[in-house]
């Protein structure tokens, strides 16, 4: 079965400082990787995707993440921080073969500093 | 293309009674996707539908239900309503639901059972 952790429920960084949060998956083939962000009373809305192909993906409003296998991460960056991100990330992942749909992580908090 | 939508937002029920949500997918997605998500446990997937037949069901008891439409609208039901089914949840459409279809999140369902 496959499994994703966000490590750090809650991150707080500065306006204009670097975003970094952490995503790894526990699966015996590499899934499909998705971001989602959501705001406060809303639904969760598409960051970017890995599928296939480059493994630095770039997705919407600035975030990239990369899949490193070796690893088994898919970790999300953005450069410079701004307020609008204040958020709630989640990784998830859905199997290649199978029939489970998305698992999701925990969720991490994103706090901006002004 | 318009959005996911769902309704109603915003629900109080007292325990024991049943309950109706709505889901419509974005135009020309078949496929349906319901997640439950609370602060303790997190998301969790529900069950897919597709073609108006359930193709996934996640581990919740057989209070919880869906159905889906020819013109792929879905509706979820829940009966002998619990406190514990206080939450919220969320619709998702894609193309054809497999692992890496990207699936849109509606805004939700906010249930609140007394």
């Known amino acids: 079965a496959q499994s994703v952790t966000q490590l750090g429920s809650h991150v707080s960084v500065s306006e204009g400082a670097l975003v970094l949060l952490r995503c790894n998956y526990s699966?015996?083939?590499?899934?499909?990787l998705f971001w989602y962000v959501q705001y406060p009373n809303q639904g969760l809305q598409l960051l970017l995707k890995y599928t296939t192909g480059a493994t630095l993906v770039k997705g919407i409003n600035g975030f990239e993440a990369e899949f490193k296998k070796s690893e088994t991460s898919f970790h999300l960056t953005k450069p410079s921080a701004h307020m609008s991100d204040a958020a709630e990330y989640f990784c998830?992942?859905?199997?290649?073969?199978?029939?489970?749909?998305?698992?999701f992580g925990t969720g991490t908090r994103l706090t901006i500093i002004p | 293309k318009a959005g996911v939508t769902q309704t109603p937002r915003y629900l109080i029920k007292t325990r024991g009674q049943q309950v109706t949500l709505s889901c419509s997918p974005i135009?020309?997605?078949?496929?349906v996707s319901w997640y439950q998500q609370t602060p303790g446990q997190g998301l969790q997937f529900l069950f897919e539908y597709f073609s108006e037949t359930q193709r996934n069901k996640g581990n919740f008891p057989g209070r919880f239900s869906g159905r889906q439409f020819s013109n792929s609208r879905s509706e979820m039901n829940v009966s002998t309503l619990e406190l514990g089914d206080s939450a919220l949840y969320l619709c998702?459409?894609?193309?054809?639901?497999?692992?890496?279809?990207?699936?849109?999140f509606g805004p939700g369902t906010r249930l609140t059972v007394l």
């Open positions: 135009s020309g997605h078949r496929s």
């Open positions: 998702a459409s894609s193309l054809i639901g497999t692992g890496e279809d990207t699936q849109y």
């Open positions: 699966s015996s083939v590499p899934p499909y």
């Open positions: 998830a992942v859905s199997p290649r073969f199978g029939n489970e749909k998305l698992t």
